[in-house]
């Protein structure tokens, strides 16, 4: 057996990935396909989510299995991050926020269902994607089950359920999606600023509670080779979101980080054909003079295919290049640290990793998002349905790790929950 040494050749991935993303950045800025800078965005975030091990499914249950906050810290500092990015974007006229409507069932739904099947499949949507880049079997066996949940409830039996549900939605006084920031009637700057400082103070309080590290700094050792911590994972994917913005509505796609729909769109291109292929933004035509016409807000999105009919199924090329980008990315970081190897699993964890993966693009699907979409991007644009999705994924994710992985009881959980009463 060949020994597994760390790092051992971090200068030929490091110098071979640097200059594979220089030429794709290279090639977007010269020929303006602005689609193409999903693919370093995405490999930066895959790089990242696997170097702080940041997974919505093990941020939830290691709250009960180990009394440890220190991921959902991260998660937190990734939303104040993203939050801060998305106010200088729209103050400068960059973007037009896009918070996701208030659909209640869809949420509700969704969330219970996709907590329940993350600590199955032992990971969310992101969290399954890098895992299944360092060779995680029940990773890569739930990547299928999740393309094949999506795609039931996106074109499949539970279509109609999908969308019957889209049709029960509260919407704010002026008619769009409710959010703190429509109920506060704050703007978005101004709820973000309280939240930043907020976090600041908290951080640096943290901070003073934990013994400083030692120890000279190492590009290899201390970014490449080793894991990172959460709250530094959170930071980086944060700032990326900004940029990630950028990208995807340049590119057709009015929404910042997000990755259901993109491992159903990458199942699509090989399973379907008659697609309707989205890359760009549809230049927004000028208002014809004395003809009443108004432009559209926000981005318009190009549809761009063969042959394009009222049965043809929408794919975006932002997303896909996004995940697939992302698992190549964790790839790059489990082989700097050593981790990335195809590891034999148990039938039986395999066959539930699939059942999970199937619960969660459901209810990813369901809920028009997962930890990234919703929790993540979807809290960071303040939106009030997305933060009802958060608390009923967290909620199922406790009960579900209680039962499951922590082999509780009915008696106990409801000991427990008249405790914390």
Known sequence: MSENRPGRYWIPYVTVSSIFLILVVAVAIYTHLWVLTAIPIGFLFGFVLQKGDLCGSSAFSEVLLMKDWGKIWGLWVCIVTSMAGFAVLELVGWVVLNPKPLLWGSFMIGGLVFGVGMVLAGGCVSGCLFKAGTGNLNSIVAILGIALGVSIVEHGPLHSVNGYLKTLVIKAPDGGAVSIASLTGLPFWGITLILVILTLVYAFTRRRKSPPSGGAFSIKDKILAKSWKPWQAGLLIGLLGSVAYLSSAASGRNYPLGVTHGVMHAQLLITDHNLNHVYQKKPVLAKAEGLGGTEPKGPVV????????????????????????????????????????????????????????????????????????????????????????????????????????????????????????
Do not use: D
């Not at 979807?378 to 349905?385: H, K, N, Y």
């Open 302 to 421: 190009s549809l761009k295919a063969s042959t394009v009919t009222s049965q043809s199924k929408k794919v975006s090329w932002w997303l896909i290049a996004l995940v697939s980008s992302l698992v190549l990315g964790s790839w790059i970081s489990g082989r700097l640290s050593g981790e990335a190897r195809l590891l034999p699993k148990q039938p039986q964890q395999v066959v539930t990793a699939l059942f999970g993966g199937f619960l969660v693009g459901i209810g990813a699907a369901l809920a028009k998002g997962c930890v990234i979409g919703n929790i993540v991007s979807g809290w960071a644009l303040l939106s009030m349905g997305t933060i009802l999705f958060g608390v009923v994924v967290v909620l199922s994710n406790w009960v579900t790790t209680h039962f499951y992985l922590m082999g509780g009881t009915i008696r106990e959980l409801v000991l427990w929950s008249r405790r914390s009463n």
